[in-house]
C-alpha cells in the first residue's frame, strides 16, 4: 500500500486551526467543536450520491455480490 498522504485535503494545514498549540484549553476546544460542525454539512451536500451508493450495494447484495476488499 503506497498511498502519498500528503496530496489529501485532510492532511493538509487547516488555517482555521493554525494556532491551536497557543490557545487556553477552552479555545482549543470550541476550535475543534467548530471544525467538526462543517462535517454534517458537507454531508448533507452529497446525501444523494451516499443513499445512490447504499442502494446500489444492497442491490448488489441482494444479488449475492460482495464488496471488494481492496
Avoid: W, Y
Wanted: aromatic share 2%; glycine share 4%.
Amino acid at each position: 500500500m503506497n498511498e502519498n498522504f500528503s496530496a489529501l485535503t485532510t492532511e493538509q494545514v487547516n488555517p482555521a486551526t493554525a494556532h491551536i498549540d497557543g490557545c487556553t484549553t477552552l479555545e482549543m476546544v470550541r476550535l475543534i467543536n467548530d471544525e467538526d460542525k462543517k462535517v454534517a454539512s458537507a454531508i448533507e451536500r452529497v446525501l444523494p450520491e451516499i443513499a445512490r451508493a447504499v442502494d446500489e450495494i444492497a442491490e448488489s447484495f441482494s444479488r449475492g455480490g460482495r464488496l471488494p476488499a481492496t
